[in-house]
């Protein structure tokens, strides 16, 4: 089956640019997407389809996917950006969801 | 903009089966993938299965022995039935609007807020 491979923690200070990384065999050919999940929330969608933001994503949210390696790029994070982030895939081979394991921003 | 909401009993007995319903407003649930993931406390996030308004489904390979899930468009909601549940099974439990492109799920655009189950005697 499909494997998502994320960093289980990232620490970046405010202001600054944040990068989480998702792992997977040849990902650049799925379409990739991350969600934000604030303590006690529902995940929210921040990016689609590798690089695309939902309205009223803020621009600071980016996605860029290539090779085995999809990243994204929160730039001038905020106190307020401190969240769990997951990546997702849909794995058209088995017809099944696949999620990363998740990675926990800190904002020092 | 479409609202999700799970409902269902909070606390189920080892053995049984644990049920939860998706109401969706604001939308019709016509037309969409709808699905299940869970996220026992501390985890990450599993998904469970999907359903096509049409009735098709697609499970979890590790729950599919024991997962029903169902839709009902005249009440514009769907359904989750895991049965012989375990203390694994203790989680909270989202529904969510499965977005397709050109008739392939993709991604997830709207959450419920979660429910809660815990599994105990």
């Known amino acids: 089956s499909y494997v998502l491979t994320q960093p289980p923690s990232v620490s970046v200070a405010p202001g600054q640019t944040a990068t989480i990384t998702c792992g997977g065999d040849n990902i650049e050919t799925k379409g990739v997407h991350w969600y934000q999940q604030k303590p006690g929330q529902a995940p929210v969608l921040v990016v689609y389809?590798?690089?695309d933001r939902p309205s009223g994503i803020p621009e600071r949210f980016s996605g860029l996917t290539s090779g085995n390696t999809a990243t994204l790029t929160i730039s001038r994070v905020e106190a307020g950006d401190e969240a769990d982030y997951y990546c997702?895939?849909?794995?058209?081979?088995?017809?099944?969801?696949?999620f990363g394991g998740g990675t926990k921003l800190t904002v020092l | 903009q479409v609202h999700l909401q799970e409902s269902g009993p909070g606390l189920v007995k080892p053995s049984e089966t644990l049920s939860l319903t998706c109401n969706v407003s604001?939308?019709?649930?016509?037309?969409?993938?709808w699905s299940w993931m869970r996220q026992s406390p501390g985890k990450g996030l599993e998904w469970i299965g999907y359903?096509?308004?049409?009735?098709?489904?697609n499970y979890s390979p590790s729950l599919k022995s024991r997962l029903t899930i169902s839709v009902d468009t005249s009440k514009n909601q769907f359904s989750l039935k895991l049965r012989s549940v375990t203390a694994a099974d203790s989680a909270l439990y989202y529904c969510?609007?499965?977005?397709?492109?050109?008739?392939?799920?993709?991604?997830?655009?709207?959450w419920g807020q979660g429910t809660l189950v815990t599994v105990s005697s």
């Open positions: 359903i096509y308004y049409s009735g098709s489904t």
């Open positions: 969510a609007r499965f977005w397709d492109s050109n008739s392939i799920p993709n991604y997830f655009d709207s």
């Open positions: 389809d590798d690089s």
């Open positions: 604001g939308g019709s649930i016509s037309g969409y993938y």
């Open positions: 997702q895939v849909w794995d058209g081979l088995s017809d099944h969801v696949v």
